[in-house]
């Protein structure tokens, strides 16, 4: 009896270790939808939810994008998909006008423009669409998880030359323009040599 007891404690204890360390994934979950989706990258960062806008005088965009102030249309989705895509406005569009946009903070503006100059019109309106799923809610979260992600990855200014590496830079510069005037006059003296010898030949 004792036995039986023990194995059926045993036989618990391991089937709740076994529940507890299972991680389950539904086939809607987030990573399976958008495999390729840029929110998921290290570029894009976590999102802590934040609850205000950034301001223009803030040096990073904490990720939070006003929905008021975008403007969302609906479109017929492109691609395969049957009557489904022609009766349905699955596809999404966002745009909003990058001077009037005062959750992106004005030091990322300008790069932000020079890195998306093709998804920007005239009217400096940028525009972004997606249509991958059959499901509206889910194409809006993509096309702004895509914003946030170019948002941040104009934030990242580039790192720029250290004393030491500008110095190896203009080293190897001189030298090789040494060594290309070294051949160049190598060079000429070959030349001066066959046509010396040459004439010799000529003369004689």
């Given at each position: 009896?004792?036995?039986?007891?023990?194995?059926?404690c045993l036989s618990l204890a391991t089937r709740q270790f076994t529940i507890i360390s299972r991680t389950y994934k539904s086939n809607l979950s987030y990573d399976k939808l958008f495999p390729k989706c840029k929110s998921l990258d290290v570029l894009s960062g976590p999102i802590n939810a934040p609850t205000t806008e950034s301001t223009g005088s803030e040096k990073k965009f904490n990720g939070f994008i006003p929905i008021d102030k975008l403007d969302i249309a609906h479109r017929h989705a492109r691609g395969p998909g049957g009557q489904h895509v022609n009766k349905t406005l699955s596809g999404v569009e966002i745009?909003?006008?990058?001077?009037?946009?005062?959750?992106?903070?004005?030091?990322?503006?300008?790069?932000?423009?020079?890195?998306?100059?093709?998804?920007?019109?005239?009217?400096?309106?940028?525009?972004?669409?997606?249509?991958?799923?059959?499901?509206?809610?889910?194409?809006?979260?993509?096309?702004?998880?895509?914003?946030?992600?170019?948002?941040?990855?104009?934030?990242?200014?580039?790192?720029?030359?250290?004393?030491?590496?500008?110095?190896?830079?203009?080293?190897?510069?001189?030298?090789?323009?040494?060594?290309?005037?070294?051949?160049?006059?190598?060079?000429?003296?070959?030349?001066?040599?066959?046509?010396?010898?040459?004439?010799?030949?000529?003369?004689?």
């Open positions: 009896m004792a036995n039986f007891f023990y194995r059926q745009r909003f006008h990058i001077d009037s946009a005062t959750w992106i903070p004005e030091s990322i503006k300008p790069r932000f423009r020079d890195m998306n100059h093709t998804r920007i019109n005239r009217d400096g309106y940028f525009i972004i669409f997606s249509d991958e799923t059959r499901h509206r809610l889910l194409n809006q979260a993509q096309c702004l998880d895509r914003i946030r992600a170019l948002i941040r990855e104009a934030s990242l200014v580039p790192k720029g030359l250290s004393e030491e590496e500008r110095k190896t830079i203009e080293q190897r510069k001189n030298a090789a323009s040494q060594e290309r005037v070294i051949r160049k006059r190598v060079q000429s003296l070959n030349k001066q040599e066959r046509r010396s010898s040459s004439l010799d030949l000529n003369s004689n």
